[in-house]
């Protein structure tokens, strides 16, 4: 099985870094980063000391339902690449723990796939979950706050 990293979508981010508002309607703040711990939702590296970013409200599902959640993310302020995708991604390498969960095609949380993994256990436990027929895709988020990092899915080839 080959994983695949997919980061917040291109238009999203850009509209955001133009000004766009995000989930909650408001603009995003801007910050200038300490260098420590600011990992951007679009080109998945950390954002790194003296650079400015936004933080904003962000809801990493096509549509407003109960299990889609909304919460505080980071972004480059200015342009940044997406990754391709075929490798983790530098801010999965940061903490050594990580909430991964699964959700169905429907984007409803798949009860009984969360849990805390340790860092080096990312890619065995999003395979484990994908293989799963009842699993379209699996979100990362930050085992101490929640936060959305990325989600993966299975590459197809």
């Keep these: 099985m080959t994983l695949r990293y997919i980061a917040m979508p291109d238009d999203v981010a850009e509209q955001l870094q133009q000004?766009?508002?995000d989930a909650y309607?408001?603009?995003p703040e801007q910050n200038i980063s300490d260098g420590d711990?600011?990992?951007?939702?679009?080109c998945l590296r950390n954002v790194e000391h003296g650079e400015p970013y936004l933080v904003l409200a962000y809801r990493p599902?096509?549509?407003a339902q109960p299990y889609a959640e909304t919460g505080p993310i980071f972004l480059h302020?200015?342009?940044?690449p997406a990754p391709d995708g075929n490798a983790r991604p530098a801010i999965l390498t940061a903490s050594?723990?990580?909430?991964?969960?699964?959700?169905g095609a429907?984007?409803?949380?798949?009860?009984?796939?969360g849990g805390v993994v340790p860092q080096a256990r990312i890619e065995e436990r999003a395979e484990e979950l994908l293989t799963r027929p009842d699993v379209a895709f699996v979100h990362v988020r930050s085992a101490k706050y929640n936060c959305y990092q990325c989600r993966i899915e299975m590459r197809v080839l």
């Design 19 to 21: 000004g766009g508002h």
């Design 25 to 27: 309607g408001n603009r």
């Design 37 to 42: 711990g600011v990992p951007c939702r679009h």
């Design 61 to 63: 599902f096509s549509s």
């Design 77 to 80: 302020a200015d342009k940044c």
């Design 96 to 103: 050594t723990e990580y909430l991964l969960r699964g959700y």
């Design 106 to 113: 429907d984007e409803r949380i798949v009860y009984g796939t």
